[in-house]
């Protein structure tokens, strides 16, 4: 257990539907990531968090994707109106300062059926 | 899915050998080098990272060498066990965000 939870761990979902995960970082970390990995594939970076403020998106992150952290602890990230190509692992991070070792949590597979 | 994605490099060991696994990289600007341990279900695990000035740096049972002049990274695991048994990835810490960047994964397969 690194200390970052994430949940659900697993969400099947039907396309077109709604979804949201939820991260809590270790209580510490001012700084949150969330990442996305598809089967055999590295994890790639979607959004960056310094405590409360969304400081970097990826160009992957489309407009049906919102990531929100309103009081600098939990994170949220909402994906509006699934499509299959979104199903995947959603992974969460954080970090202390510019420290590199970034805690996972382990993770929220999607699928969209 | 792409079928291509599932088909990760391989290396297959025998219990107590030593194992190396490479990892090419593309951004000479990155800071940090970093390893990363992924066993199945879970998140990435930190294993250990390495400075861009530095050329080498030991952990317990694992070594990372890193060779500026041919952008190559390597992570040597001293006597494998059946638990080190992972997918493993180098990632590049880039910019001021210090957001990872993964490569590609390989898969330790370590037989008893």
């Known amino acids: 257990d690194t200390g970052v939870s994430q949940d659900p761990r697993h969400k099947i979902t039907k396309r077109g539907q709604n979804v949201t995960f939820r991260c809590d970082p270790i209580?510490?970390?001012?700084?949150l990531y969330w990442y996305r990995q598809t089967l055999g594939q590295g994890p790639e970076f979607l959004t960056y968090?310094?405590?409360?403020?969304?400081?970097?998106k990826s160009r992957l992150l489309s407009d049906r994707f919102s990531a929100e952290r309103p009081k600098g602890s939990f994170s949220t990230l909402e994906i509006q109106r699934t499509e299959q190509g979104d199903s995947a692992m959603y992974l969460c991070?954080?970090?202390?300062?510019?420290?590199?070792?970034?805690?996972f949590g382990q993770g929220t597979r999607l699928t969209v059926v | 899915g792409e079928s291509v994605g599932l088909h990760l490099p391989t290396l297959s060991v025998q219990e107590g050998d030593n194992s190396i696994i490479n990892c090419a990289y593309s951004?000479?600007?990155?800071?940090?080098f970093i390893w990363y341990k992924q066993e199945s279900g879970k998140g990435p695990q930190f294993i250990i990272d390495i400075r861009s000035n530095m050329d080498k740096r030991q952990g317990q049972r694992v070594t990372v060498l890193l060779n500026k002049t041919v952008k190559h990274l390597s992570l040597q695991i001293a006597a494998t066990q059946p638990g080190d048994s992972a997918v493993y990835f180098c990632?590049?810490?880039?910019?001021?965000?210090?957001?990872?960047?993964f490569g590609t994964g390989t898969l330790l397969a370590v037989q008893p």
């Open positions: 951004n000479s600007a990155s800071d940090y």
């Open positions: 991070a954080s970090t202390l300062g510019g420290t590199t070792e970034a805690f």
């Open positions: 968090f310094q405590n409360e403020a969304q400081l970097e």
């Open positions: 209580s510490e970390h001012n700084r």
């Open positions: 990632a590049e810490k880039r910019g001021a965000t210090n957001k990872l960047i």
